[in-house]
């Protein structure tokens, strides 16, 4: 009986040691634009295969296509050719410039690939992989999700935290399912940093997370790594990948848009709530931040009242229009976080001042503010 | 510390937009490094500026400006409307020189300066709030988010005829 169970462990072992991760990177490295960054991409994530491999005891099998022979038929051709057995691990990543149309049935973006044809839907990379019916489906995407085309034409890092040996085989070698991501939702753009794309940095330190994790898991790695990230950019100040999930050799539906597709929206829910507490604990004022900050915001304050001489005109929708709702907007800020009702009470007559365009009115009520900041000033910051 | 950094940003804010009041905003050091002198000499002070419509998808023909087939005859630009597109080109807050998007450059418009036999293009994409200038043997492309409403109006100007000039909204959809 021991000889039977001794022959099982060993077959099973073997049967381990005998998986293969088919990974399968590829990178638009010669765009002038985002070619640094999607390199950085490249090397991240060959290292990133080479550690997933050695430390889960699965044999790498992997392929980097960048340029110049990255194009849409090279790309298609290399999807087609993984060859996975049915405990095998696939993984596939891309960096680089994307895009959807009002036609794309799914939120999945295109892949800009010059050759035939400008796009190659990721859904199509999805569904072919998802086909080959491997054990586990890896594919992340970092790229925009933004529109380009017109109707009408045509997680904190556990630093102190041992890396985990037997993490590597629990995510990557017992796991069985479907990881699906992009690097923003539709409509968005996706952003290259320096040291890399923005979605693929934060997928890694995720993915290092889970690594030290006492239970690591794949549903918490996705929904961290699929944070909202704060760019900063004009017009768009975070970037908010889109993931689907789903445990089992089930087929995953991502052919439809976002509203019918079982995604892991309570997932994201969390994960955004989450991001509203830690928003929380950044804004506790640093008491000793206050008395220098104050007696700047005076200053301007003052400067402001002085620039708004007797006879200036504001009218709805002009320049100075614009600057100074842009400030009562910041001193509602202000007086929201102080409570005070006194201050609200002036701010709030700077906004209907300035929706009278009443210049006087204004000057009057920002008089009462100046006199509330300089009270404060005196209690809380004079020797 | 973030409200009243808010609220210090924004004093400045109106002080630089009071200060800069009719006059012709001037290229920051950063808007100088990106285009260079060779390029700025030209967009400064054109003899003429002229716009036509381009095919975002590329398509180069015999007629196109950069790799982009024209898709009309140039119009040419007022006074008024050069000035819109130079104080949009000069202006340091139109550009995001800290991040770099990955949408495909796919312009809808193309602006050429002459000035003697310089010329500097402009290609303007409106699907990603990018721009690229070609001249002096330079290609540069950035982004030009801060600018998408008067870079917006003056298409809509120029091209009052073209449904997909005319259907691009102000704000981006799903931003």
């Known amino acids: ?383 | 510390m973030r409200f009243f950094s808010a609220a210090i940003l924004a004093m400045a804010m109106l002080n630089c937009q009071t200060t800069a009041k009719g006059v012709p905003v001037q290229p920051s050091a950063k808007v100088k490094e990106f285009l260079g002198d060779s390029i700025l000499g030209v967009l400064s002070a054109p003899d003429s500026v002229t716009a036509v419509l381009v095919e975002p998808r590329g398509g180069s023909t015999a007629d196109h400006m950069d790799g982009f087939k024209l898709l009309s005859k140039p119009v040419a630009l007022t006074a008024e409307q050069i000035s819109t597109l130079q104080n949009a080109i000069m202006d340091e807050k139109t550009y995001d020189f800290l991040h770099s998007k990955r949408h495909p450059f796919d312009p809808s418009v193309g602006f050429q300066f002459k000035k003697g036999k310089d010329t500097v293009n402009v290609l303007v994409s409106y699907y990603g709030n990018l721009w690229q200038f070609t001249g002096s043997g330079k290609t540069l492309i950035e982004d030009n988010d801060g600018a998408r409403k008067p870079l917006l109006n003056l298409a809509k100007q120029l091209f009052p005829k073209d449904k997909d000039i005319q259907s691009f909204k102000e704000t981006m959809e799903g931003q």
């Open chain 1, 1 to 383: 009986m021991k000889k039977i169970v001794a022959l099982i462990a060993f077959a099973f072992v073997c049967s381990l040691q005998a998986q293969t991760l088919h990974m399968l990177i590829v990178a638009d490295t010669a765009d002038a634009s985002i070619g640094s960054s999607t390199l950085a991409d490249l090397q991240n994530m060959q290292n990133k295969a080479r550690e997933i491999a050695s430390n889960s005891g699965m044999k790498l099998n992997m392929k980097v296509l960048k340029s110049p022979e990255f194009n849409g038929t090279t790309t298609l051709a290399a999807v087609q050719a993984i060859n996975p057995g049915p405990n095998d691990t696939v993984f596939f990543y891309y960096s680089g410039h994307g895009y959807r149309t009002r036609e794309s049935k799914t939120k999945w973006p295109n892949m800009y690939v010059k050759k035939p044809q400008p796009g190659l839907e990721f859904s199509k990379v999805l569904e072919i992989l998802d086909q080959k019916n491997p054990r586990l489906v890896i594919a992340l995407g970092d790229l925009c999700n933004s529109f380009s085309d017109q109707s009408e034409r045509s997680a904190n890092l556990r630093a102190f935290a041992e890396l985990q040996p037997s993490n590597y085989k629990k995510l990557f070698v017992e796991f069985s399912g479907r990881v699906y991501a992009s690097g923003s939702k539709p409509g968005q753009y996706s952003f290259a940093m320096e040291d890399g794309g923005a979605f693929t940095n934060q997928w890694l330190q995720a993915l290092g997370t889970e690594l030290r994790a006492e239970e690591p898991s794949w549903k918490r790695l996705m929904a961290v790594a699929t944070k909202p990230i704060r760019i900063g950019s004009p017009d768009q100040a975070t970037q908010d990948p889109i993931f689907e999930l789903k445990e089992g050799k089930q087929v995953v539906a991502h052919n439809t848009v976002d509203e019918n597709a079982p995604t892991i929206q309570p997932t994201n829910t969390v994960v955004q709530q989450e991001v509203t507490d830690a928003e929380e604990e950044t804004e506790e004022y640093q008491e000793d931040e206050l008395c220098p900050d104050l007696a700047e915001l005076l200053g301007s304050l003052k400067q402001l009242d002085g620039a708004l001489k007797p006879g200036i005109r504001v009218t709805r929708g002009d320049n100075l229009y614009n600057s100074l709702d842009t400030v009562n907007k910041a001193l509602s800020s202000v007086s929201e976080a102080y409570g005070d009702p006194k201050l609200q009470k002036s701010v709030t007559g700077l906004s209907t001042a300035l929706e009278a365009n009443n210049l006087q009115a204004y000057k009057k009520n920002l008089g009462r503010v100046i006199q509330y900041f300089e009270t404060l000033n005196q209690d809380k910051c004079s020797e």
